[in-house]
């Protein structure tokens, strides 16, 4: 189609700006609105028999969203036998072009993006659509460098039983960015979303996709078995919170992955940082009633950490010095006053008593067996009642 070309009367076409196996996008002109546009055409010869109803699903899918980052629908229509769509103009590279120019990109700057398409997927996610089709080519930095996700042509609604497989049989998507579940043939899920944003990120920061191999069956086989290598063992510095989020979208089961929405406040909060969590305030030890325990529990600011499996447990808890107390026992104050004296001299009567006793039976025993004592002359006692004796043995 050549330049300057009015679609549907108001819709002139500039120059082009991308073209795929289904269609092209052209830079346009809505002389109605007074505005610039993306006009996609789907090729009037297209061979792959599921084009058009992808390109309708496409308008249909996008129509429903409207969010900060996703690529917005203006129109949708015919015109001499093409489908055209006309899209919101993205002025800017896509991350595919980005990654070719620049390289890896920071911590801070994926960290940004992150939030943004998580947050996009998020909002379609709410409306019952899967994207399906996460890679870098389909997410896009306008001229302040928003991130806006486009292409939903491959998108599919979550209560469509048929929206994994096309009428082919083959699994749609790029193999690069699929999650474990779909490359089984599972029909795709919010959380598939999720791990394709996982593997974007992760060649964001490392400059290459989690896995590669010779063959798309090859890499699919190792989304399903292989656990991807930590960016820090690929030379990429990054904060230990980042590296460990970043591995948790990657997780094999979808029911592990966090939602897009939850992946969207994580990054925008900064917890990427790791910057340590406020302290809460310590709340005012309360004083030990009559029958309290006779050591005092941890306070909230300091837990006790989780002993590892089979390791004894050791627990030490502060004094009122600050200090580190040996033993969990602590002493009991000494009661004062007038009842305190009067226990301190019931005890001492307690304590001569008992050393009387004491010396009484010492004597007795003293004198019971004496050399001018013999147990022979005296019978012993029998529970039942009955005297017993010992047999006596005559000498010879």
Partial sequence: MKQQVLIAGRYRLNNTIGRGAMGEVWRAYDELAGRPVAVKLLHAQNSEPTAAARFRLEAQTAGLLSHPHVVGMLDFGEQEGRLFLVMELVD????????????????????????????????????????????????????????????????????????????????????????????????????????????????????????RAGSPIAVLHHHLDTAPVPPRELGITLPPAFENYLLGLLAKRPEDRPTAHQAAEWFAAGSWRGRPEPLPAIAPHPRPGPRAASWDAPSTSSPIPAPAPGAATVYAFPTSSGSTAPSHRTRRKQPTGVRGVARKRSRTVGTVAAVVVFLAALLIGMAWFSPAHSSADTPSADPSGTASTSPSVSPP
């Avoid at 806006?148 to 690069?176: E, R, Y």
């Avoid at 999650?179 to 043939?185: D, N, S, V």
């Fill in 92 to 211: 800017g590279d896509s991350l595919a072009r980005v990654l070719a120019q620049r390289g890896p990109l920071q911590a801070e700057d994926v960290a940004r993006i992150a939030a943004q398409s998580a947050a996009g997927l998020g909002a379609a996610h709410e409306q019952g659509i899967v994207h399906r089709d996460i890679k870098p080519g389909n997410l896009l930095l306008d001229a302040d460098g928003s991130l806006k996700i486009g292409d939903f042509g491959i998108a599919h609604f979550m209560n469509d039983p048929s929206g994994a497989l096309t009428a082919t049989g083959q699994i749609v998507g790029t193999s690069l960015y699929i999650a474990p579940e779909r490359a089984l043939g599972q029909p795709a899920g919010p959380p598939s979303d999720v791990y394709s944003l996982g593997c974007v990120l992760y060649q964001l920061l490392t400059g290459q996709p989690p896995f």
